[in-house]
């Protein structure tokens, strides 16, 4: 069966400093991963897409960016982190696009302080 | 543009009844695809159930169903049977790929809370 692993679960981190969220897929291939942000009390944010290695797509412009160094590893950086980079980080997976679902990683909670 | 939108922010009902969460969307495409997802407290987004739109028959997943009608640019989910494990954020998402494009947006969510 399939498993996303995402971590770490909580992070405090000082404005401008960097960030390095992972988020890694196991049981399946060529999987579709995405980097989703969710404010307090809202809906999510799709912040990058890839459907390959190296292949990244991006929906927001911002402070962040997004890496796929391995099919099923993606990784969201920040050079220097700003205030309103806090949030509620979720990683999902999907097989293409279409009818198939997302599935999601347990999210990380970021705190810039 | 295609938008969704959850007018109720906040549903309670009372264990073991059946209440219903509303979304609308707004889209000129005909192809498409509708999710309820699920974030509990532990904040994991879980699938609820899905909806293909060529499909005219709703789609049913146990106790939660929906009530699909694509004139009207509505797909609201039901809950049957309310259980404590229900309560949870609910969020309603439009999902469109054509091509290279794909556009999955999503409601602002509907908080249901269950009463004991």
């Known amino acids: 069966s399939q498993t996303i692993h995402q971590w770490p679960a909580t992070l405090v981190q000082p404005v401008g400093s960097p960030l390095s969220l992972e988020c890694t897929v196991e049981?399946?291939?060529?999987?579709?991963l995405y980097w989703y942000r969710q404010a307090a009390g809202r809906g999510l944010q799709l912040l990058f897409y890839s459907v390959g290695i190296g292949q990244i797509s991006s929906e927001v412009p911002q402070n962040l960016s997004a890496s796929r160094p391995q099919d099923r590893q993606f990784i969201l950086s920040s050079k220097k982190l700003l205030l309103s980079d806090s949030g509620f980080y979720l990683c999902a997976w999907s097989l293409g696009f279409g009818s198939s679902p997302l599935h999601f990683g347990n999210g990380t909670r970021l705190t810039v302080t | 543009a295609q938008t969704v939108t959850q007018s109720q922010p906040e549903m309670s009902v009372q264990e073991a009844e059946t209440v219903t969460l509303s979304c609308t969307y707004d889209?000129?495409?005909?192809?498409?695809?509708l999710f309820w997802y699920k974030q509990p407290p532990s904040r994991q987004m879980i699938l609820v159930i899905r909806?293909?739109?060529?499909k005219q028959q709703n789609a049913t997943e146990n106790r939660f169903s929906v009530n699909f009608q694509k004139a009207a640019k509505s797909f609201s989910l039901k809950i049957s049977d309310s259980q404590l494990g229900d309560a949870a954020m609910y969020f309603c998402?439009?999902?469109?790929?054509?091509?290279?494009?794909?556009?999955?947006?999503w409601g602002a969510g509907t908080k249901l809370i269950i009463k004991p």
């Open positions: 049981g399946t291939s060529n999987p579709n």
């Open positions: 909806q293909e739109a060529y």
């Open positions: 889209t000129s495409e005909s192809d498409y695809y």
């Open positions: 998402a439009f999902l469109y790929t054509m091509d290279s494009n794909y556009q999955l947006i």
